[in-house]
């Protein structure tokens, strides 16, 4: 989600920070040398590098054995990635409120979603949407891994847990106790304002559900939420506090409170005319980004424990990083280092190295300067772009913030699986800045080799993880 049309959230600028010479600086009187255990020597540039080494460890080897979502293409991940193929958009004027005063009246709606058989009709008619698509996405990638509700029992629950993410959390609720604050007195206020608001409900009601008391709570890095997820859920496993956790990232923020808030950040695109080909990411003619909304999410386990119970392996988890920006509210660094590191280090985690990656599946928000320095960014990584393709799920089912990372770990997998890279729509006079193949409006087929998926959020967060076909 980073990068807005204007600079005018930028801070004043800063002059550098000075710091006095260090007290063991070796040209102070009063050091000592120390031991030398102690020194580490640096690597030469004349040195060897070793190629880097993958998990072989079945204890800490993280496979993908479940996938989930709720999209503005419906809840089925294999529907979902034909749609993608297909090159359709889920783009079109939104009709959930009434937005013909906004500057922008189009988002990635979901239209005519249904929980019935995941969430009592009780709870369904007061759960905020963010919620009810977890729940349901949730359930259903552990139907795909083969521990719908009747199976759950076989698994040791106290080593499952629950770890899914939101960018804004139950926004409507939240919109909604506000307004009955101000027209109707504090004594008006649902119950389950607080509940149902906070971002770790999510997990929190999936893991009630369900009885998975493993680690439980949600990470909350606006638009690199679920990588961050994702990242974090699969340590717990390679750290051995875990054999199982369902992780991904849900968002509902398509109402008034939440386009009012991105139009004032002069953040999305404004092509009412044409809402199918507002989302270009790469396009010259870019305007911003489009709203979308929806859950992803990934039921990740051991090696080891997947292949005890004889469940359906379908891609492998190899690894990945976050770290941070530290530059500005909105937007990228110029120089990329943010991104360009996230990816290294995601790499070394993964024991990948730069050759071996031939798919990206990029952030890529259709924003005039984001897009733009992740592919710089990219560029500092890999210097050889010839064999790699990257592509923009976004430009289909527009940016589902918090959510974006789940649904695009799924597009990622099925790409490993298929061997079919879904289309960047809407590559009309591509950035010719972009030397990559941006499998322009139209699906390649493509061997992939090892695929990462990028996640960048407000607050200079980047996420990066790394995924492959299984092979024992």
């Known amino acids: ?52 080494k993958r998990e072989t460890d079945p204890k800490k080897r993280v496979v993908i054995t479940g996938m989930g979502l709720v999209s503005v293409f419906g809840n089925d991940p294999d529907v979902f990635y034909e749609k993608l193929l297909d090159g359709v958009s889920g783009i079109g004027p939104i009709d959930r409120f009434d937005a013909s005063k906004f500057p922008t009246r189009f988002a990635g709606q979901i239209h005519n979603f ?12 007061r759960l905020d949407d963010c919620l009810r698509y977890c729940i349901v996405a949730g359930k259903k990638a552990l139907e795909s891994a083969d521990l719908a509700a009747d199976k759950l029992s076989k698994i040791d629950k106290v080593r499952a847990g629950v770890l899914v993410g939101t960018g804004m959390g139950g926004l409507t609720v939240f919109s909604d106790g506000v307004q009955a604050l101000i027209e109707k007195g504090h004594r008006r206020i649902t119950p389950f304002f607080i509940p149902y608001a906070i971002t770790n409900m999510a997990s929190a009601l999936l893991a009630i559900d369900l009885g998975l008391m493993g680690p439980n709570y949600s990470i909350s890095t606006a638009c690199a939420t679920s990588n961050y997820c994702f990242y974090a859920a699969a340590n717990h496993i390679r750290r051995g506090e875990a054999d199982l956790m369902v992780a991904g990232g849900t968002e509902a923020a398509i109402l008034p409170i939440g386009l009012g808030g ?22 010259k003619a870019r305007d911003g980004f489009v709203m979308g909304e929806g859950s992803g999410v990934l039921v990740m386990e051991s090696l080891e424990h997947a292949m005890k119970r004889g469940a359906p392996i379908i891609a492998e988890y190899l690894g990945g990083a976050v770290n ?39 952030h890529a928000t259709s924003t005039i300067v984001g897009d733009l320095a992740e592919v710089n960014a990219i560029k500092k990584v890999f210097k050889n772009t010839s064999e790699i393709k990257i592509n923009a799920t976004k430009s289909m089912i527009g940016h589902c913030l918090g959510a974006a990372g789940g649904m695009e770990a799924i597009a990622s997998v099925k790409a490993c699986t298929t061997g079919w890279l879904h289309p960047t729509i809407n590559q009309f006079d591509p950035e010719p800045s972009v ?10 087929q493509h061997e992939v080799n090892v695929a990462i998926s990028n996640s960048f959020g407000f ?9 492959s076909a299984f092979k024992p």
């Open 1 to 52: 989600m980073q990068a807005l049309l204007s600079p005018t959230l930028r801070p004043s600028s800063l002059s550098p920070l000075h710091t006095k010479p260090n007290s063991l600086s070796s040209n102070s009187p009063k050091c000592k040398p120390p031991n030398k255990a102690f020194f580490f020597t640096p690597r030469a540039s004349s040195q060897v590098a070793v190629a880097p």
């Open 114 to 125: 249904s929980s019935e058989g995941y969430i009592d009709g009780k709870n369904d008619r």
């Open 262 to 283: 991105f139009v004032a950040c002069r953040a999305l695109s404004q092509r009412n005319d044409d809402p199918q080909t507002a989302s270009r990411p790469w396009d």
């Open 324 to 362: 941070c920006d530290a530059y500005h509210m909105t937007d990228p660094r110029a120089d990329g280092l943010g991104v360009s590191s996230c990816i290294e280090r995601s790499l070394e985690d993964a024991g990948v190295s730069p050759e071996e990656v031939n798919y990206i599946n990029a």
């Open 435 to 444: 030397e990559f193949n941006t499998v322009p409006n139209k699906k390649q």
């Open 459 to 467: 607050g200079g967060h980047n996420s990066v993880v790394v995924f």
